[in-house]
């Protein structure tokens, strides 16, 4: 073990919770309530929404930038029509010094256009441009609903590629993200990992989240994780302060190495920079 002290894991955890973004959904308030509540100057992902069209994310993004904070759009392929519309998607983007990207290959169940895959519309950035200066990608530590596990490997081999890092999807367990992580260097995967985790969040809504991104197979999420599935049956909020104090501690101890946290706050912005805030005095102290 590289550093297993009480010291090593307040310093993995304070290092970790310094380098966290948040995620936000672009819903009409989202730009107000996010320049009121998040500390300015912040990371923050807009996510894409198969019923929006990807203006919707770009118009939020133009708006945080404006007022001070680092904006990171998600594009969907599914999502977008065409070449032209990529090229007016890139051109607003450049226009307010955005610098990073996370493209998906979105929820919709049909493409709107021609564009089926992150990868292509990774390609067709790159063809396009202006490229940003860094691409994020998706990875799947519980796997994907949809998608076999061998499918996902070579997806993520196919894309590091083009891409910059990659984020998590939503996960509640620290050994499920170890071992994705080694699983990905043995698959020859050398991307940077950012551990996609929870914010303070309401459990009944985080739940539907839950199901509805397919964390795991719901039986065997309840039977391998069954303090969290118990906990998110407890009405009130949801905390990652476990989670993330079991990542710093594989991170102390040598296990893997994380780049940061990705907080999926579903909009519940204020409750999360509190908890952000407090666990930063924390792990400083």
Known sequence: MAESSTGGISSAE????????YEVMPLPDVSRRAVAELPRGATVTVTASPTRAPSATVAVVEQLATAGFDPVPHLAARSVRDDAELAGILARLADAGVRDVFVVGGDAREPVGRFTDALGLIEAVERIGPRPARIGVASYPDGHHRIDDATLWASLRAKQEHADYTVTQLCFDAETVGRFVA?????????????GVPGVVDTPRLLRAAVRVGVGDAMRFARTNPATAASLLRPGAYRPTGLVRGLARQVADGRCAIAGLHLYTFNEIAPTVRWLRAEQRRAAA
């Open 183 to 195: 699983e990905a260097r043995a698959h020859g995967i050398d991307l940077p990992v950012v551990a």
């Open 14 to 21: 304070a290092a970790l919770l310094a380098r966290a973004r």
